[in-house]
C-alpha cells in the first residue's frame, strides 16, 4: 500500500469540485471556502476558539485552587484585555470629540445670533406704547 504522506489538492480547470487527500482522508470543498464559514457565521479558524482552547483541562476538587494557565493562554488574555483597554480609550476620544463638536457649533450659533442681535437695534425715537 502507498501510503501519502502529504496533501495533495486537485482541481478541475472551472470546477468547483475539489478532493483533498491525505493519508486516504477526503474531505470537500466547503470545509476549505472561508466565504462558506463567513456566510454562516462560524470562526475562519475553527481552531481560534472553542471549548478545548477557552476552558480548563481539568480541575481540582477542592474548587478554590485555580487552574494554572495553559500554554499562550496568559499571553491571549492579556491581549484580549489590551484590545478592550484601547477600545475603551478610543471609544472614549470619539465620544469627547463628538461633545465638542456640538459645543463649538453651539457656540458659533450663539455667536451668530448675538451678532444679529447687535446690528438689529431699532433707531430713532421709539414709539411711544399705548398706557
Known sequence: MNKMSFTAIFRAANSRNLA???????????C????????KGLAINPN??????NLPDYSFKDKEKPVP??????????KHQNYMRRIAQLVGEVDHAVEKHA??????????QQIL??????????LISSE
Open 20 to 30: 483533498v487527500c491525505a493519508n486516504k482522508f477526503h474531505t470537500s470543498v466547503i
Open 32 to 39: 476549505l471556502d472561508l466565504r462558506w464559514r463567513m456566510k
Open 48 to 53: 481560534a476558539e472553542g471549548p478545548l482552547l
Open 69 to 78: 494557565y495553559r500554554a499562550r493562554q496568559l499571553g491571549r488574555i492579556q
Open 103 to 112: 459645543r463649538l457649533l453651539k457656540e458659533e450659533e450663539e455667536r451668530r
Open 117 to 126: 442681535d447687535s446690528k438689529l437695534k431699532p433707531k430713532g425715537q421709539k
